[in-house]
């Protein structure tokens, strides 16, 4: 069985989550950039991760959801700036399960990640108040992931990877 675990993270969360999740498959496994992969070809199974950016998948993960999930068997690992469990998340997931319709989804994690302060600092410069208001998201993410999460991402790494033998 080959593993594969792609992720696409601009300021570093997901890619932590991802490599949490690589240490704990056994067997045949790569970890790559998702940009660098071209199909799922040759994989049994692909954890592919991403972050939520405005409310949805970040694009570039949710375009290549779209051309490359179908028909195949995937397990999802999204980070975010709110808090695991807040209200809207649950849609915003729904959207992440959306954009890989058609492949067989094995499971999907998802944790907080930190706010960068650059994007904290933008967001507070908005005339937005929807951006005002989710800058005050930064404070409480700061670390995030930390070693907590990592081990949850590493437990749904062993789920997902029990679940297939
Ligand atoms: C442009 C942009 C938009 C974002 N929008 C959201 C959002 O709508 N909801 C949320 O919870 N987090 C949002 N975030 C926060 C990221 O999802 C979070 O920091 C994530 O862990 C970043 O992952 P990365 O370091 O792998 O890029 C946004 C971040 C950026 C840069």
Same mark, same amino acid.
């Given at each position: ?22 240490? =704990?498959? &056994?067997? *045949? ?8 992969? !071209?199909?799922?070809? @040759?994989?049994? $199974? ?37 808090? =695991?469990? &807040?209200? *809207? ?8 399960? !959306?954009?890989?319709? @058609?492949?067989? $989804? ?60």
């Amino acid at each position: 069985m080959k593993t594969l675990v792609a992720y696409f993270s601009q300021t570093g969360n997901t890619k932590k989550v991802a490599e949490a999740i690589y240490e =704990e498959i &056994a067997g *045949d496994k790569e970890i790559k950039e998702l940009s660098e992969v !071209e199909s799922l070809e @040759g994989y049994d $199974l692909a954890f592919i991760g991403f972050p939520v950016h405005a409310s949805n998948p970040a694009n570039p993960a949710k375009e290549w959801l779209e051309k490359n999930a179908a028909g195949k068997k995937i397990a999802l690992f999204v980070t975010h700036a709110a808090p =695991e469990g &807040a209200e *809207d998340l649950k849609a915003i997931l729904e959207r992440c399960r !959306e954009a890989a319709a @058609g492949a067989e $989804l094995v499971g999907v994690f998802d944790c907080q990640g930190e706010l960068a302060d650059a994007i904290i600092d933008f967001l507070k410069k908005s005339d937005n108040p929807r951006h005002q208001a989710f800058a005050e998201y930064g404070p409480q993410t700061k670390g995030q992931p930390d070693q907590s999460r990592l081990e949850k991402a590493k437990n749904f790494a062993r789920e997902v990877m029990a679940s297939q033998s």
